[in-house]
């Protein structure tokens, strides 16, 4: 089969959080089975696009509204990610360091989209299935079945949307509808939700299939998806839950480069404990004391909120005996209470506020347990790479953490799990950690050589997604 993959991200071309790590391994894994899976997105000015060579595939001009755009695709040469990469270059939008964040991302993700459209508009033929992650992309069901240039030839191929993550949908007012190219007026509703247009709302309508990226993310979308949660469980016959899977080659303590030892499930204890020698030299950190991370977006969802006081509390609490290390950025209140923090605590907890890909390989890999205590957590990678780099996962138990991590408690059990995104349930989950780290080194030892045999690569994953597409013919 041909699927095209339209994102916003993929990874190493442009990542801010998940969606780039799967875009960047799930259409890999479908060509190993044999497929044609290619990438679509937009021509950010990142590293990987002056590192690489690129060639022009096709030029074309469409509008938003009245604004006439020229666009350019360009092919990545050299089939470095192991499929096939096409950036959509629109000069005056696209062209920019970051993906998100500006006050035109409404425009810049309209022509985009767009622009896609026209391009496998123009193509001989037509591929098997497109495949659209988040509301970044979520109007293309839209617009290939009823907007008038693009219907006769697209309205008839398979779309499949995929929400990442339901928090952000893409809202654009009416006032803007005009930038949509000409429509059929009377379908108006296929984009609205709440008198607003709604990418994200309007491709769970259009599509011809809605996924989630964990089975209980599906489920927690009928009671909790930011307004839309009506339209989830009314269109849940066509949605199904697929969980995300990892890139094992991108993420192997065997391999990484970017960790200062490599270590295999029989080198596990020899090898975490030279990167957490490194990491905790790095930051002014014990290499004695069980170190519990954070990695991630500070935002409400991730409950960064809960740090600053649950990271104090633990440590008055359990006296000192953890140490605490966080990576991340995002909201600008909260970034500089944690870096405050790092005085007041010295030698107890350390931070880096910023986005660090290297970092974050060797805190895996150095870290004892790593904290998730999420509000919202549609799948979640970091517990999965937390596994397989031995490092015990203390998670709330919510969408993807949910499905992935079992309580220490439970028979096989090998993390640790807390219920209520609540500063008390952290520093409960660190004591638990304590004990486990200084009074039970046997069921430690277990559960870190255990979790890294568990397989969460894209390999189940990958054909499970082609049964959707196979399924949509
Ligand atoms: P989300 O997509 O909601 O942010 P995920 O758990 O699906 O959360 O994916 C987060 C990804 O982003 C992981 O690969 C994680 O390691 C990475 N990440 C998040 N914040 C940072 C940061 N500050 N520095 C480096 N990597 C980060």
Avoid at 199 to 209: N, T
Avoid at 428 to 448: C, E, F, Q
Wanted: glycine share 8%.
């Amino acid at each position: 089969m041909e699927i095209i993959h339209i994102a916003a991200e993929c990874y190493p071309v442009a990542k801010a959080g998940g969606l780039g790590d799967v875009v960047g391994a799930l259409p890999k894994y479908q060509t190993e089975l044999g497929h044609i899976a290619k990438v679509v997105m937009p021509m950010y000015r990142t590293k990987f696009l002056y590192e690489n060579q690129w060639e022009l595939v096709h030029e074309g001009g469409q509008h938003i509204g009245s604004h006439y755009f020229h666009y350019s695709i360009i092919r990545e040469k050299t089939n470095k990610l192991g499929f096939d990469l096409y950036l959509v270059d629109i000069n005056g939008l696209l062209d920019r360091e970051k993906v998100y964040g500006y006050d035109d991302d409404t425009e810049r993700f309209l022509a985009f989209q767009v622009a896609v459209c026209d391009w496998i508009n123009k193509w001989s033929h037509t591929p098997d299935v497109l495949h659209c992650h988040d509301h970044h992309t979520g109007l293309i069901p839209f617009m290939i079945k009823y907007c008038f240039e693009f219907r006769d030839r697209l309205a008839g191929i398979p779309t499949v949307f995929t929400v990442h993550n339901a928090q952000y949908q893409g809202w654009i007012g009416w006032d803007k509808y005009y930038y949509l190219p000409a429509f059929d007026s009377w379908k108006w509703g296929m984009l609205d939700w709440d008198n607003t247009i709604n990418p994200m709302a309007s491709a769970v309508k259009c599509a011809w299939k809605v996924t989630t990226v964990s089975n209980s993310y599906l489920d927690e979308l009928k009671y909790a998806a930011n307004g839309l949660q009506n339209l989830f469980t009314y269109e849940q016959g066509k949605s199904q839950g697929i969980l995300n899977g990892i890139d094992t080659e991108v993420w192997d303590p065997l391999t990484d480069s970017l960790i200062a030892k490599n270590y295999d499930k029989e080198l596990v204890a020899k090898g975490k404990r030279k990167n957490k020698k490194e990491l905790a030299g790095k930051f002014g950190l014990d290499p004695d004391k069980p170190l519990i991370s954070f990695i991630g977006r500070l935002v409400g969802e991730k409950s960064a909120d809960l740090l600053p006081d649950a990271i104090s509390q633990s440590i008055y609490q359990h006296h000192g005996h953890a140490n605490f290390l966080v990576l991340g950025s995002g909201n600008p209140e909260l970034e500089g209470r944690l870096d405050q923090m790092k005085k007041q605590f010295n030698g107890y907890y350390n931070s880096y506020i910023g986005y660090d890909e290297s970092l974050s390989h060797l805190i895996y890999a150095g870290s004892d347990f790593l904290l998730m205590p999420s509000r919202v957590e549609p799948c979640g990678l970091n517990q999965m790479y937390a596994l397989r780099y031995g490092t015990i996962p203390m998670v709330r138990n919510v969408g993807g953490l949910k499905d992935t991590v079992t309580d220490m408690g439970d028979p096989q059990g090998f993390g640790i799990k807390f219920n209520q995104a609540s500063v008390g349930d952290i520093s409960y989950s660190v004591g638990r950690a304590i004990d486990l780290y200084t009074n039970k080194p046997d069921l430690y030892n277990w559960m870190r050589s255990h979790m890294m045999t568990i397989d969460h690569s894209w390999n189940m994953s990958a054909a499970e997604y082609i049964k959707v597409y196979q399924g949509l013919k």
